[in-house]
């Protein structure tokens, strides 16, 4: 906060404003008068995000309808005695609500080892001498000392600028450094172009200079973007609107069924009591109280792969998400682009362009030309423009050391790049300075767009020049330069979003600093163009063409301009032949219904602000997407936090961008996001041959149970034996079944859509088939073995083992919907090959051990019939591999009749 009136700073002489603090751009504020401000407007930081309580995390848990069902399930065994079917659902959702918990708190935990600790410092004026403080303690009125390196500590008006450069991707997502000045501009200027401006969260590159303070907290930049994020609705996940869907749906299912009983026993003119006790027991049973537990093992398993493969999960349900998205929002600075400026084309004055083979600051590359290696030592016209960016350049490189992997820049990034292409020619940067020292400069002026130095070497002297081209070369002597053949391949590179510089020299010619360039013109002699460019991530042009053939479309959302945008677009592949680029200015002026209707052709937003962020994700999420907004910038946090999936970035991303999102990726990549993409829809693809399987169990066991009343046979199984197969047979391989590897076509299949029940038609045709055949292999058992006068006592008891054979042929059909269960690796999910054993030997121990016979009412079973008993139970796996035959026919006859249509 800040105890101001806050006029437009930007549009306000200096004198004004020191004038409006109360300050002095010498003495800065006294100490008291700044203890003052500080009590009354409070400390220079945004108000953190206080951690949720334990038991907030963990009754956060129980907000599922399906939970609310199984509370209501669990009473109504309570209200008939089943006390231990009570127990067992209670535990049951008790051990869902401590996994969630505990799998959203290691998430938390993740992102705390995330954040930088150390507290930023900066230098002030107070009573007239400088001091260095915290920047908590800044107030409105403060002078700030600028210099190359810094932090910035709130948002300030600057006084003095000399060649003064700061990085404010954060904020506006321009991803070069901005030439800063003191000059008043237009009061409706946007953020990016307040070049008299800097701002909290900012880095200084380059220069120096001295600013007043002019916002403090949550009155700067920074905080009003925090505040519209914390007013950002976060969206319901997919999976917790189906889930919701999904619970209305299964108490339908269960009044009705509740109903058909007591309707079909009261036509049987059985007592009324008995009947209601029957529905309400069969009421229960098809509630599966399994799947919470396995619903949130298999996004906490989600969430664990995710980290392996670099993207820290911070909300469960956000695992299932990414994998229903249908558009990624994408930054492009770093994410997919390296973020690090490099050469990549040069031009001599003889008109022989060079190519520049490596990306980034490391000297890793070549400079080829007509099919051959160049290097300094080749070429004098190449060696003249390699030495002349070498010594007419501010920056520096750092190699790699012991701990760092990276050369670092130091300076502006776009001069650190001049050296590494130097480094590749075979020009060694220190070497060449410390011969030619610098003896005088013409900063870089941001309005002549160009700079020179003048080095002295054994009484020889020159000058070298470098800027922009249309610039430059209006100073170049004419008679030894291909103007327009120079002019032409310029445009060409900057048309191929290259930054292009030119670079000349005078020899022996004396550099007179306060006469400026115009003494130059026509003198200076043409050494050469580099083109320049924040390259693309090798890896990201791949994973554009699996996002696009798992039909997710990519949308670059970038603060550069919009030429330079469009043409990485288009070299990934994220723009098709057609479509567009839109930047800031154009977006405002269009309305809603003109964005609607124009969203499918634009691929590039280009420097757009953070309300309009906000914007795109609210105009895709209102055409049914589903959308992925990455960022890493404070400008991003808004529309990360109303995204469906937010993914900041771990190393660049600022706090409030890691705070706002759900899923924060470690590399920076956008490749990690893809494979993010694919491990979602393989949670959401076991979550669902889950749901199949537990439906399929509790159908039968209903089923059957349904068909012996209907048709006045005893129960063929007993209460505690459902129990059994509930909880154990149905245990021991839900979870496991749960832990299915890839099939391998997970990109390219379609993503899920936002309106698609969680219990598909598909899913539907494949359990009525599983319960059509299960049933009828169990209950036509049933039928004859009471016919042949068996005693019940072993009918119901191989009835029972019949059922539990049916479930371990069912799991095994769920494995996939097309795959042949017969072609799948058992082994490749250990833990379901595992838990088959182990349920097959704890029902031997039910079937042949005499204290559970007591317990489980069981009798042993013949060996002779164990062998019938998995003949039986088989038949519903071979049916199931009839139909997955079919599918695959029918989907290679369509392959073949797409491919002969292509041809």
């Given at each position: 906060?800040?105890?101001?009136?806050?006029?437009?700073?930007?549009?306000?002489?200096?004198?004004?404003?020191?004038?409006?603090?109360?300050?002095?751009?010498?003495?800065?504020?006294?100490?008291?008068?700044?203890?003052?401000?500080?009590?009354?407007?409070?400390?220079?930081?945004?108000?953190?995000?206080?951690?949720?309580?334990?038991?907030?995390?963990?009754?956060?848990?129980?907000?599922?309808?399906?939970?609310?069902?199984?509370?209501?399930?669990?009473?109504?065994?309570?209200?008939?005695?089943?006390?231990?079917?009570?127990?067992?659902?209670?535990?049951?959702?008790?051990?869902?609500?401590?996994?969630?918990?505990?799998?959203?708190?290691?998430?938390?935990?993740?992102?705390?080892?995330?954040?930088?600790?150390?507290?930023?410092?900066?230098?002030?004026?107070?009573?007239?001498?400088?001091?260095?403080i915290e920047a908590r303690e800044l107030v409105a009125g403060d002078i700030l000392l600028l210099s190359a390196g810094d932090q910035v500590g709130a948002d300030a008006r600057l006084l003095e600028a000399a060649a003064l450069e700061a990085t404010e991707a954060a904020l506006t997502g321009e991803s070069l450094p901005v030439l800063k000045n003191i000059e008043a501009v237009d009061a409706e200027a946007g953020l990016g172009d307040r070049r008299n401006m800097i701002y909290s969260g900012t880095h200084l590159t380059a220069g120096r200079g001295r600013a007043v303070v002019v916002a403090t907290g949550l009155q700067t930049e920074v905080g009003k973007i925090a505040s519209l994020t914390a007013t950002a609705e976060e969206p319901k996940t997919p999976l917790e609107t189906r889930l919701r869907h999904f619970g209305n749906w299964l108490v339908g299912a269960s009044m009705a069924l509740f109903v058909l009983i007591i309707g079909f026993g009261l036509l049987r003119e059985i007592p009324f009591v008995s009947?209601?006790?029957?529905?309400?027991?069969?009421?229960?049973?098809?509630?599966?109280?399994?799947?919470?537990?396995?619903?949130?093992?298999?996004?906490?398993?989600?969430?664990?792969?995710?980290?392996?493969?670099?993207?820290?999960?911070?909300?469960?349900?956000?695992?299932?998400?990414?994998?229903?998205?249908?558009?990624?929002?994408?930054?492009?600075?770093?994410?997919?682009?390296?973020?690090?400026?490099?050469?990549?084309?040069?031009?001599?004055?003889?008109?022989?362009?060079?190519?520049?083979?490596?990306?980034?600051?490391?000297?890793?590359?070549?400079?080829?030309?007509?099919?051959?290696?160049?290097?300094?030592?080749?070429?004098?016209?190449?060696?003249?423009?390699?030495?002349?960016?070498?010594?007419?350049?501010?920056?520096?490189?750092?190699?790699?050391?012991?701990?760092?992997?990276?050369?670092?820049?130091l300076g502006d990034p776009t001069e650190a790049a001049l050296l590494t292409v130097a480094l590749k020619g075979c020009v060694e940067p220190e070497t060449l300075r410390r011969e030619w020292p610098r003896r005088a400069e013409i900063p870089f002026d941001s309005s002549l767009k160009m700079m020179a130095t003048q080095h002295g070497h054994g009484g020889k002297c020159r000058v070298l020049f470098k800027g922009a081209p249309e610039k430059l070369l209006a100073l170049c002597d004419g008679a030894t330069l291909d103007a327009a053949g120079v002019h032409e391949t310029s445009e060409k590179l900057a048309a191929r979003a290259l930054r292009v510089l030119a670079v000349a020299e005078v020899n022996d010619a004396p550099l007179d600093e306060e006469a400026g360039f115009e003494p130059w013109r026509g003198r200076l002699r043409f050494l050469g163009l580099l083109g320049q460019m924040d390259p693309p991530r090798e890896e990201v042009k791949t994973a554009v063409a699996e996002c696009v053939a798992a039909g997710i479309r990519p949308v670059m959302v970038t603060g550069d301009h919009k030429a330079t945008g469009l043409a990485i677009a288009t070299e990934l592949g994220i723009a098709k032949p057609g479509d567009i680029a839109v930047d800031s200015a154009e977006l405002k002026a269009m309305p809603e219904e003109e964005l609607s209707a124009s969203l499918e052709r634009i691929s590039v937003f280009a420097r757009v602000q953070p309300e309009q962020k906000l914007r795109i994700v609210k105009a895709f999420q209102a055409k049914g997407q589903v959308v992925a907004m990455t960022g890493d910038g404070v400008n991003?946090?808004?529309?990360?936090?109303?995204?469906?999936?937010?993914?900041?970035?771990?190393?660049?991303?600022?706090?409030?961008?890691?705070?706002?999102?759900?899923?924060?990726?470690?590399?920076?990549?956008?490749?990690?996001?893809?494979?993010?993409?694919?491990?979602?829809?393989?949670?959401?693809?076991?979550?669902?041959?889950?749901?199949?399987?537990?439906?399929?169990?509790?159908?039968?066991?209903?089923?059957?149970?349904?068909?012996?009343?209907?048709?006045?046979?005893?129960?063929?199984?007993?209460?505690?034996?459902?129990?059994?197969?509930?909880?154990?047979?149905?245990?021991?391989?839900?979870?496991?079944?749960?832990?299915?590897?890839?099939?391998?076509?997970?990109?390219?299949?379609?993503?899920?859509?936002?309106?698609?029940?969680?219990?598909?038609?598909?899913?539907?045709?494949?359990?009525?088939?599983?319960?059509?055949?299960?049933?009828?292999?169990?209950?036509?058992?049933?039928?004859?073995?009471?016919?042949?006068?068996?005693?019940?006592?072993?009918?119901?008891?191989?009835?029972?083992?019949?059922?539990?054979?049916?479930?371990?042929?069912?799991?095994?059909?769920?494995?996939?919907?097309?795959?042949?269960?017969?072609?799948?690796?058992?082994?490749?999910?250990?833990?379901?090959?595992?838990?088959?054993?182990?349920?097959?030997?704890?029902?031997?121990?039910?079937?042949?051990?005499?204290?559970?016979n007591r317990i489980f009412h069981t009798v042993p079973i013949p060996l002779a019939d164990v062998a019938i008993l998995g003949v039986i139970g088989s038949s519903v796996l071979w049916i199931e591999e009839i139909r997955k035959w079919l599918v695959r026919r029918r989907i290679q006859g369509a392959g073949s009749a797409r491919s002969m249509t292509s041809a």
């Amino acid at each position: 906060m800040q105890a101001f009136p806050s006029p437009v700073w930007h549009a306000t002489e200096p004198g004004m404003i020191l004038a409006e603090l109360k300050s002095d751009a010498v003495a800065g504020l006294s100490s008291e008068a700044a203890a003052e401000r500080l009590r009354q407007s409070g400390p220079n930081e945004l108000p953190e995000e206080k951690p949720k309580a334990l038991w907030r995390v963990f009754a956060a848990q129980f907000a599922s309808p399906l939970i609310y069902l199984l509370f209501v399930a669990a009473m109504i065994s309570l209200a008939m005695g089943h006390a231990s079917d009570a127990a067992v659902i209670l535990v049951v959702v008790l051990i869902n609500a401590l996994i969630g918990a505990v799998q959203e708190g290691r998430a938390e935990h993740s992102m705390t080892a995330l954040r930088r600790l150390s507290a930023v410092k900066v230098r002030v004026v107070r009573d007239g001498r400088e001091a260095i403080i915290e920047a908590r303690e800044l107030v409105a009125g403060d002078i700030l000392l600028l210099s190359a390196g810094d932090q910035v500590g709130a948002d300030a008006r600057l006084l003095e600028a000399a060649a003064l450069e700061a990085t404010e991707a954060a904020l506006t997502g321009e991803s070069l450094p901005v030439l800063k000045n003191i000059e008043a501009v237009d009061a409706e200027a946007g953020l990016g172009d307040r070049r008299n401006m800097i701002y909290s969260g900012t880095h200084l590159t380059a220069g120096r200079g001295r600013a007043v303070v002019v916002a403090t907290g949550l009155q700067t930049e920074v905080g009003k973007i925090a505040s519209l994020t914390a007013t950002a609705e976060e969206p319901k996940t997919p999976l917790e609107t189906r889930l919701r869907h999904f619970g209305n749906w299964l108490v339908g299912a269960s009044m009705a069924l509740f109903v058909l009983i007591i309707g079909f026993g009261l036509l049987r003119e059985i007592p009324f009591v008995s009947i209601f006790m029957v529905a309400i027991s069969q009421m229960v049973s098809v509630v599966p109280e399994g799947l919470p537990v396995a619903m949130t093992i298999a996004l906490a398993v989600g969430m664990q792969r995710m980290a392996r493969r670099g993207a820290i999960v911070r909300r469960l349900a956000a695992v299932e998400t990414l994998g229903a998205t249908s558009i990624i929002c994408s930054d492009k600075t770093g994410t997919l682009t390296k973020n690090e400026m490099t050469v990549t084309r040069l031009l001599l004055p003889s008109g022989l362009q060079v190519e520049v083979t490596g990306a980034g600051y490391s000297p890793e590359g070549k400079l080829l030309a007509e099919g051959r290696e160049l290097t300094a030592q080749d070429d004098a016209s190449l060696r003249a423009l390699l030495e002349a960016i070498v010594l007419c350049n501010d920056a520096n490189l750092v190699p790699p050391e012991a701990e760092e992997a990276h050369w670092r820049p130091l300076g502006d990034p776009t001069e650190a790049a001049l050296l590494t292409v130097a480094l590749k020619g075979c020009v060694e940067p220190e070497t060449l300075r410390r011969e030619w020292p610098r003896r005088a400069e013409i900063p870089f002026d941001s309005s002549l767009k160009m700079m020179a130095t003048q080095h002295g070497h054994g009484g020889k002297c020159r000058v070298l020049f470098k800027g922009a081209p249309e610039k430059l070369l209006a100073l170049c002597d004419g008679a030894t330069l291909d103007a327009a053949g120079v002019h032409e391949t310029s445009e060409k590179l900057a048309a191929r979003a290259l930054r292009v510089l030119a670079v000349a020299e005078v020899n022996d010619a004396p550099l007179d600093e306060e006469a400026g360039f115009e003494p130059w013109r026509g003198r200076l002699r043409f050494l050469g163009l580099l083109g320049q460019m924040d390259p693309p991530r090798e890896e990201v042009k791949t994973a554009v063409a699996e996002c696009v053939a798992a039909g997710i479309r990519p949308v670059m959302v970038t603060g550069d301009h919009k030429a330079t945008g469009l043409a990485i677009a288009t070299e990934l592949g994220i723009a098709k032949p057609g479509d567009i680029a839109v930047d800031s200015a154009e977006l405002k002026a269009m309305p809603e219904e003109e964005l609607s209707a124009s969203l499918e052709r634009i691929s590039v937003f280009a420097r757009v602000q953070p309300e309009q962020k906000l914007r795109i994700v609210k105009a895709f999420q209102a055409k049914g997407q589903v959308v992925a907004m990455t960022g890493d910038g404070v400008n991003d946090a808004p529309a990360l936090a109303a995204a469906d999936v937010g993914v900041a970035m771990g190393i660049t991303g600022t706090e409030v961008a890691k705070g706002a999102a759900k899923i924060v990726i470690t590399d920076d990549n956008f490749a990690t996001i893809v494979k993010a993409i694919e491990e979602g829809r393989l949670v959401y693809q076991n979550l669902k041959k889950v749901v199949l399987f537990l439906f399929a169990t509790s159908i039968d066991e209903v089923s059957v149970l349904l068909l012996a009343l209907l048709c006045g046979y005893p129960l063929p199984l007993a209460a505690v034996q459902i129990l059994w197969i509930n909880i154990v047979t149905e245990g021991m391989v839900t979870v496991n079944l749960i832990l299915e590897g890839l099939e391998g076509d997970e990109m390219r299949r379609r993503p899920t859509p936002v309106n698609e029940p969680l219990f598909t038609r598909p899913m539907l045709e494949r359990l009525l088939l599983m319960v059509s055949t299960s049933v009828a292999a169990v209950f036509g058992f049933f039928l004859w073995r009471q016919a042949s006068g068996a005693p019940f006592a072993l009918v119901q008891t191989e009835t029972f083992t019949l059922i539990a054979v049916t479930q371990w042929f069912n799991v095994l059909n769920c494995r996939s919907a097309t795959q042949s269960a017969l072609s799948l690796d058992v082994l490749r999910n250990r833990w379901l090959a595992g838990g088959l054993i182990l349920g097959n030997a704890l029902h031997l121990l039910v079937i042949y051990t005499a204290p559970m016979n007591r317990i489980f009412h069981t009798v042993p079973i013949p060996l002779a019939d164990v062998a019938i008993l998995g003949v039986i139970g088989s038949s519903v796996l071979w049916i199931e591999e009839i139909r997955k035959w079919l599918v695959r026919r029918r989907i290679q006859g369509a392959g073949s009749a797409r491919s002969m249509t292509s041809a």
